[in-house]
Structure formats: structure tokens, C-alpha cells
């Protein structure tokens, strides 16, 4: 799929959104717009010959500032691409309660092409770029990780910002994403994939969704199947088999796929990846990925990249429920074939874990304090002594087998869980009931995007334009 017909795609999931409010077109008009892209083509200096780059910042609305959205490194980028991702993290930040605007860039690079030496001149020139211009900036434009960046990349962003603005004791608040080291959360590297988890546990609470799509019972012993096994594919898969007991029997990547009916041990899988940079010669190595994609399972997970359910291949898709962890990775055309069969878990609610969990990174940069750090020796004392109490009055010694668990105090890990856990299940149950309760909501996309709108023009009507 093109950015361009991308971006349509956007555009025409939010017009059936803003039918259902009655929005006027003006408003709809101004929300839908993107304020600015930035568009900058920078020269860098490798291998003795000066190679140009281009590279995008899209900051779609500012009706909240920081504006958010990661950066992506891919060759497929191009504006309408980065206009379309924006849009989408506007409404995402504003259905799952994130105060901020919305924002993407890219950079038109293909990052296994270069060495980590070159990679880090890159990337530190494209910020030089940006920040520059206020487009990464604490307090206006926060980028953090996408396709191809990670935390290395969102370090060396922060470094280069930290260099610029020397004084700036906000400075690490400029992106997210970063690593534990460079000021960043615990939880972050697995929101994404984390979230995908959670939102899919919430629709198993869900017994009228479960009976939309046609499913039963608990999600143990569920098939899936991932296209992608980067961050956020691989953490879903992981944590979904490992912890909920599905079975994740297929796992597509860009150069084949892997199947396997009993399970495919996803940690064994990514460790091969990881060394010999391929899927190939695994067992239940199939050269033909896309064709995963139609196979028999409970529930697929396009984890990759946008376009892949497509008007061509939606009627031969046959899992019941399709949870888009990438960005739009099911066409317009595509959806309006399966939302009448299946139920989708959008891409603005499931993959929104990530910008959630940026937001507590950012909020932690700017109070210079560990989660947890103050109170959980506090929670853990004063368990202890409602212990000590309970043993005093009943003459009696607690046998807890768990003792240590129920003591313990909430570390930042376990505050970053639970307030993604509860983002994750209160923006569902909203979605849910909307769906459910509205007449002209048929689906949960319909259903979150005018959630998103709703809140977005109550900001533009106070804001008083
Ligand atoms: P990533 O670069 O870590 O992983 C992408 C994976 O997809 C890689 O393993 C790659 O080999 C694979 N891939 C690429 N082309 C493919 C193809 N044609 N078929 C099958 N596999 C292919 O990227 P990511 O951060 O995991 O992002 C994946 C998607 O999730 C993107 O749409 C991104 O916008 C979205 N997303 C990411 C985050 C985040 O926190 N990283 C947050 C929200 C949304």
C-alpha cells in the first residue's frame, strides 16, 4: 500500500467517525489536517563521498503539546506515509487518555545497510535537523521508537539534544524509548508487544465481542499467528505464549515464515533470527510467508508493516479475531470485507501501549524520580504490620507460602505494568460499550475513532478557536 492511499485510508475511518457525531465539516476539516511536515534533505559524510538523506517530522495536531510519535527508518517511508502515522498517533493519544498531540517522522534510510558508526553520524545529523527547528524538544515534540529504531537510536537522539541544549535540565525528556541507563523506564522495550497482550486478554472478558467473533472459552490453548518478529511482534508473541498459554503456531517474517501445529517456541525462533539475521533453515521453514497470513488460527497479529490485508487477500483470511499491533495493516477496502465476519482490535487502541508507556517514561524525566522509589518500602511495612497485627490478635503464626510476593512493595516495573493494564482495559471497555450501545457503531474501529474524535473537539471547543 502506498502512504497515499494510506493516509485515504486514515481519512476515511475518521470521516465514518466524525458521520457518527454529527462533527461539522469545518471542525472535521481542521482536526483531520495535518499542521505541518517538515521535509529536510541533509548531507553526511561516508566512505569519503558525501551521501544525502531524506528524512520527515509530521506534527499532525497540537491541541495538546508535547506532541508524540516515534521515527521510523525504513526506504518505504514518504510523506503521506509519516502524515497518515501521525494522524493516527493524534487519535490514539486521545482515545487512550495520553495528553498529547500527535506526531510521526521517518527518515528514508535502510539502517542494516551501514554500520553502527555511520548509523549513529546519521541518525545524530537528522536530530541536529530536527531539534534545530524545536521538531524534538521536551516540552514540544517528544519522538521515541518505530520500525527499525530502538533504544540505541533514542539514546543517541537524547545525546544529541543534551549537546545542543546543554542547560536544558529537561533535556532527557526530549525523546523516549531510551535505555534504562540514559534515563529511560522499565517496561518500555515491551510496552507495545505488552499491550497487544492486555487488550487481548480484555476482549476474552468481553463474552458479546467473543460471541461477534465467534470464539469461546479462555485464551489458552488459542492459535495465532505474527507477521513480524521486531519489537512489538515478537514481545505479543512471547508474552501471550509464555504467560496465557496460546499457541503461536506461525510466525511470518520478510524472507519466509515458520509454522509449526504444536507451537513455535518464540525465544528459540528470535534467538535464530538474531543470528543469522533470517527465518531460514528453521524448522517449519516455509518460503512463502504472505501465505501464512490465510491460514487456519483463532487470531492473527500483523505486527509488521502497513497494507498487508488487502482487498486481494481479505476474503481468504480466516482467523475470528485480527489484533492490529502494526499501523495500518489492513486496507480500507480490506476492512469493510472483514468487519462484517470478524472482529478487528484496531491499530489505534491495541498498539497504543507504546506512546502510554512513553508518557510515564515522560513524566519520569521531568520528576527526576524511580517510580516506586518513595512509597514501596512504606507498602511493604505496612503490610508487615497488618501481618504482625492479624498473628497478635489470633495468637496465631500467618502460613502465607507466598509471603514475599504479598509483601512486596510496587517497583517501577509493576507500576508501569499496572497503569498500561488499566489503560488497556478502561479505553477497551469504552470501545466496547460504544459499540455495542450506538445503533451506528458497527465496529470497534468506528467505535474507538469517534471516542478519539469526541475528546479531540471538546479540546478545540475550549481551546476556543
Ligand atoms: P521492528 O522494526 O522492530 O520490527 C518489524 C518486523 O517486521 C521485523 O522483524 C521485520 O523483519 C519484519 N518485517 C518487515 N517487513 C516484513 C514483511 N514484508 N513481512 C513480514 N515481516 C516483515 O518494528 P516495530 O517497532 O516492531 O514496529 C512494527 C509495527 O508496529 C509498525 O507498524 C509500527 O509503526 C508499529 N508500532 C510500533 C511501536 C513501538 O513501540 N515500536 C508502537 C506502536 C506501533
Avoid at 458521520?19 to 541533509?42: C, D, E, G, M, R
Avoid at 541544549?165 to 531510551?178: L, Q, S, Y
Avoid at 502494526?326 to 497504543?352: F, R
Amino acid at each position: 500500500m502506498s502512504g497515499k492511499e494510506f493516509l485515504e485510508s486514515v481519512d476515511k475511518v475518521f470521516d465514518n467517525a466524525a458521520k457518527v457525531l454529527k462533527l461539522s465539516a469545518s471542525l472535521s476539516n481542521q482536526i483531520k489536517s495535518p499542521n505541518a511536515t517538515y521535509k529536510v534533505n541533509f548531507g553526511v559524510r561516508i566512505n569519503n563521498q558525501i551521501k544525502t538523506f531524506t528524512g520527515y517530522r509530521c506534527v499532525h495536531s497540537d491541541h495538546l503539546e508535547p506532541v508524540k510519535g516515534g521515527i521510523r527508518f525504513s526506504l518505504l517511508a514518504d510523506q503521506s506515509e509519516v502524515e497518515a502515522l501521525a494522524a493516527l498517533m493524534t487519535y490514539k493519544c486521545a482515545l487512550v487518555d495520553i495528553p498529547f498531540g500527535g506526531s510521526k517522522g521517518a527518515l528514508i534510510i535502510d539502517p542494516n545497510s551501514y554500520n553502527k558508526f555511520d548509523l549513529e553520524r546519521i541518525t545524530r545529523r537528522f536530530s541536529q535537523e530536527l531539534i534545530k527547528r524545536d521538531m524534538i524538544n521536551p516540552s514540544q515534540n517528544v519522538p521515541a521508537p518505530d520500525m527499525g529504531t530502538g533504544e540505541r537510536e533514542m539514546a543517541w537522539i537524547a545525546d544529541e539534544y543534551r549537546r545542543l541544549n546543554p542547560v536544558d535540565i529537561n533535556a532527557f525528556a526530549c525523546v523516549t524509548g531510551k535505555p534504562i541507563n540514559k534515563h529511560g523506564i522499565r517496561g518500555r522495550t515491551e510496552a507495545t508487544g505488552r499491550g497487544v497482550q492486555y487488550a487481548i486478554r480484555e476482549f476474552f472478558r468481553h463474552k458479546k465481542d467473543m460471541k461477534l467473533a465467534k470464539l469461546q472459552g479462555t485464551l489458552e490453548g488459542k492459535t495465532i499467528i505474527v507477521q513480524g518478529l521486531g519489537n512489538v511482534g515478537y514481545h505479543a508473541a512471547k508474552f501471550l505464549s509464555e504467560e496465557d498459554g496460546a499457541k503461536v503456531i506461525g510466525v511470518i517474517e520478510r524472507d519466509g515464515a515458520v509454522y509449526n501445529k504444536k507451537g513455535v517456541d518464540i525465544e528459540k525462533l528470535k534467538k535464530h533470527i538474531l543470528k543469522t539475521g533470517s527465518v531460514k533453515k528453521y524448522k517449519g521453514y516455509k518460503s512463502s510467508g504472505e501465505n501464512l497470513l490465510t491460514e487456519n488460527c483463532d487470531i492473527l497479529i500483523p505486527a509488521a508493516l502497513e497494507g498487508v490485508i488487502n482487498k486481494d487477500n481479505a476474503k481468504k483470511i480466516k482467523a475470528n479475531l485480527i489484533v492490529e499491533a502494526a499501523n495500518g495493516p489492513i486496507t480500507y477496502e480490506a476492512d469493510q470485507i472483514l468487519n462484517k465476519e470478524k472482529v478487528i482490535i484496531p491499530d489505534l487502541y491495541a498498539n497504543a501501549g507504546g506512546v502510554t508507556v512513553s508518557y510515564f517514561e515522560w513524566v519520569k524525566n521531568l520528576s527526576r524520580i524511580r517510580f516506586g522509589r518513595l512509597h514501596k518500602r512504606g507498602e511493604e511495612n505496612k503490610i508487615l504490620n497488618l501481618i504482625s497485627s492479624v498473628e497478635e490478635i489470633t495468637g496465631r503464626k500467618l502460613n502465607l507460602s507466598n509471603k514475599e510476593n504479598i509483601i512486596k512493595g510496587s517497583d517501577e516495573i509493576d507500576l508501569v505494568r499496572s497503569g498500561l493494564d488499566d489503560t488497556m482495559r478502561s479505553a477497551y471497555i469504552a470501545m466496547s460499550y460504544r459499540m455495542h450501545a450506538k445503533n451506528k457503531v458497527k465496529d470497534l474501529r468506528t467505535s474507538a475513532m469517534s471516542i478519539a474524535l469526541e475528546k479531540i473537539a471538546l479540546s478545540y471547543d475550549t481551546l476556543g478557536l
